[in-house]
């Protein structure tokens, strides 16, 4: 397998757990920026082969599957979906009574 193959590889199986696409594909373009650059430094200031700075690279990442979690965790934490949703049935449940003493005083 080719060395770009690994990188695209990993960076889908990250990926695949970014469901909002502007977010998938800024993370996916900042991780394969660390990639390379992290590969041209080990290659050129670390004397490793391509082969093995693209390993060090991503064995320096962790777990692809993990990475991709944790990133979704942090941009969409369970929490705050669910305080948002509690916020728009509360705003609903307002305008629902404003609405419904509206008609009530109109004859």
Known sequence: MSSDERITRYLDEVCCHLHW????ARVRRELADHILCRVEYL????????EEAIDT????LGDPDELGHNLR???FPLS????????????????ACSVYL???LLP
């Open 21 to 24: 696409p502007p977010y998938r």
């Open 43 to 50: 290659t050129s200031e670390r004397g490793m082969t391509p």
């Open 57 to 60: 690279a991503l064995h320096a």
């Open 73 to 75: 965790q942090a941009r």
């Open 80 to 95: 705050y979906l669910f305080c948002l949703l509690l916020t728009c049935v509360v705003w609903a449940g307002i305008a």
């Open 102 to 104: 509206l008609l009530q």
